[in-house]
């Protein structure tokens, strides 16, 4: 099952060989969670998307990185970008907090997918960040703070390993 535009290649011409003395060998999409938090009702001009509303709460975007997912999640935490992509126009009106790095589960529509299935969570506005598959949405609304465990809960819900899947980027080291 896949999201992808027909005849689009998959994970086919992965070189191992070239992870050679890199801790981490990547298995499935490397995705990531970038968390913001709008802190009362707002409209937001989103490019393509129109104007959309955004009720109060938390809000998880979900995307997918096949090279330089580090340097991408950085991106969206920078406070001052070109608006490009549905998570520009976000993260610029309502800066990320921070974010997850997500490893072995299915795909980013999988784990909006499995996000949006926790107490509390939807997929809202419709169709955010999902410009290039078919699915409702790549952004996950939550009425509370989510915390790493139902990251990793819903991580695994979407095919990942129970345990090691989610790992905090950036501002601080991984918590113990
Ligand atoms: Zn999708």
Known sequence: MSDRA????????????????????????????VLTRVPRRSQLAVGSLGTVTLERGWYGYI?????????RVARHLALEKPLRWHADYLF??????????????DGECELAGALAALPGA?????????GDCRCAGHLVR???????RDLAAAAHAAGA??????????SRPAAS
């Open 161 to 170: 390993p129970p345990s090691g899947a989610v790992r905090a980027f950036g």
């Open 122 to 130: 939807e997929r809202r506005p419709r169709r955010f960040g999902a």
């Open 6 to 33: 027909p005849g689009e290649p998959l994970a086919l011409g992965v070189d191992h060989s070239a992870a050679t003395g890199g801790a981490r060998s990547s298995v499935g999409p490397r995705l990531y969670i």
């Open 63 to 71: 995307g997918s990185a096949a090279r330089a997912r580090e340097a």
């Open 92 to 105: 610029t009106a309502f800066p990320a907090e921070r974010a997850w790095l997500v490893d072995g589960a």
């Open 142 to 148: 939550f009425t509370r703070r989510p915390l790493r």
